[in-house]
């Protein structure tokens, strides 16, 4: 029996035991490069027992959250599908403000629930049926849009598609956060995140399918065009992803039913001796409103909204940028496809070193500057070819700060209401980015390729670069303080914030 820290519990192992290696004083540099917590920062995955329970929670707990969240990009984003394939024509949603209006609807509901979602986690209620549940129901919410007699119904709709959607990512990030120690999360994070992003870069080919099923049925006295059918098939694979989650997700570690006694304790080890917070505490109307009133959520959630802005703008607009070019439907569609696939690649690199070097915002930074670039060449490009290559950077970069920033907003808290009332906040601030992005890309702008909108993501890079310079400069003075002065951070001795 190993004891790993000295607040930590025992791991109770027959055979095996954690190979908690200490850090010498240089790990805990006040720079970017290494370790930079106080504590016994685990040192990951050491025994061969490790290794298996990590990736049998790997498997049971990643691949179903990134097929649900990937069904809610889809029917979120698959506005712009619909529109290239009859539903201008049919609703008249070409006209005046109506695709803006529709887009817009959607932020408002999925903002406000947010934080009440991931209270009720934290309160109790259990994951499986809750994320589960909520995919379900956006899922009817989707449905629903493929039977709109006119424009408004669809945008009536958009509002419990949102407040639906608002249940599912901060209540996923949240339970992915609570499994695995502070630098094995961004990999986890970025791998349900980058997942669902590429897999949902792929509706661009799923739209072009079920389009074909136009002609197929009638509804109203006339043949359904393919705009139906892309929000009615998109709802059939969101069922199939609930049933997935429902049979699948886990609890919280504490509670995992899949786990024998002997690997919930190594996981509740594994945690405690990274950030002592693997007993989950009593929420509080006082803890929850305690976290409210800490500046560093609030600082993250003013770079999440960086970061998302230029993703819901390419996730809505780049396929009518693309069409812009002069490509046909077909071609539209299938090239709307390859930036996201190149973003899950190179999102994934980023992740890895970034968990391996344990650092966050030089490499946000680096995703700031690729996305502001990419934005840039997209707007001004002289052909087609060179537009095309600014959209893979654009879409690279923003596409890879998003989880990013998620769990660097983790990584520098302690507690499960922190961690709730944290990812909750993160996410609701991300919807922000999206309003901003409806009401900047304007259908007047088409003409000039949207560059009052494109303009607009270049200045949500140069935020995130200048916020979270500021934000950098604040932490690594609270480090100082407690090397130098013994100052306690969240609550925890020798807790050093992430950089």
Not at 49 to 75: G, H, Q, S, V
Not at 223 to 249: E, N, P
Not at 359 to 367: L, Q, S, V
């Amino acid at each position: 029996m190993a004891t790993l820290a000295a607040d930590a519990a025992p791991v109770h192992l027959a055979d095996e035991k954690i190979d908690n290696k200490q850090h010498d004083e240089q790990s805990h540099s006040d720079g970017y490069g290494a370790h930079d917590s106080g504590l016994k920062t685990y040192e990951g995955q050491g025994t061969a027992l490790e290794k298996r329970l990590m990736r049998k929670i790997d498997f049971r707990l990643i691949p179903p959250l990134c097929f649900m969240y990937a069904c809610a990009l889809i029917d979120r984003v698959n506005l712009s599908f619909a529109r290239i394939n009859g539903m201008d024509g049919e609703l008249g949603t070409f006209r005046g403000n109506r695709y803006t209006i529709i887009v817009l609807l959607f932020f408002p509901p999925y903002i406000l629930t947010e934080i009440p979602a991931n209270l009720a986690l934290k309160a109790g209620v259990n994951p499986r049926l809750w994320l589960a549940g909520s995919t379900f129901l956006f899922g009817l919410a989707m449905l629903g849009h493929g039977f709109a007699r006119n424009w408004y119904t669809v945008a009536g709709l958009r509002v419990p598609l949102g407040a639906f959607e608002g249940l599912l990512f901060p209540g996923a990030v949240f339970l992915i956060s609570s499994w695995y120690p502070r630098y094995e999360t961004q990999k986890r994070i970025s791998a349900f995140y980058l997942g669902a992003t590429g897999f949902a870069g792929f509706s661009a080919i799923f739209a072009y399918a079920f389009s074909l099923l136009r002609g197929t049925g009638r509804l109203y006295g006339r043949a359904m065009l393919g705009w139906r059918w892309i929000f009615i098939m998109s709802a059939i694979m969101t069922f199939a992803a609930a049933i997935i989650g429902l049979l699948t997700i886990p609890n919280f570690p504490a509670k995992a039913t899949f786990l024998t006694a002997e690997e919930r304790q190594l996981v509740l080890d594994r945690i405690n001796v990274d950030r002592s917070d693997a007993n989950e505490e009593k929420m509080t109307k006082a803890g929850v409103f305690q976290q409210l009133r800490d500046w560093k959520i609030w600082t993250m959630g003013f770079l999440f909204l960086c970061s998302t802005l230029p993703s819901y703008a390419f996730s809505y607009f780049l396929p009518v940028i693309i069409l812009n070019f002069g490509f046909s439907l077909r071609d539209t569609q299938l090239l709307v496809c390859p930036p996201y696939i190149a973003a899950i690649v190179i999102g994934m690199t980023s992740a890895y070193f970034s968990d391996k070097l344990r650092i966050r915002f030089p490499f946000i930074a680096a995703g700031a500057v690729v996305s502001a670039t990419g934005s840039l060449i997209l707007g001004y490009g002289k052909s087609n070819g060179v537009r095309y290559f600014g959209a893979f950077l654009a879409v690279i970069g923003c596409s890879s700060n998003a989880p990013a920033i998620v769990s660097w907003s983790q990584n520098n808290v302690t507690g499960y209401t922190a961690r709730a009332v944290t990812s909750a906040v993160i996410v609701a601030s991300g919807g922000l980015g999206g309003i901003i992005a409806s009401v900047s890309f304007q259908s007047k702008d088409a003409a000039t390729g949207y560059r009052p909108g494109l303009w607009t993501t270049v200045a949500s890079q140069i935020a995130t670069l200048i916020v979270g310079s500021i934000y950098i400069f604040t932490l690594r003075r609270e480090n100082l303080k407690v090397k130098q002065e013994g100052k306690i951070l969240a609550n925890t001795p020798g807790f050093l914030y992430t950089l």
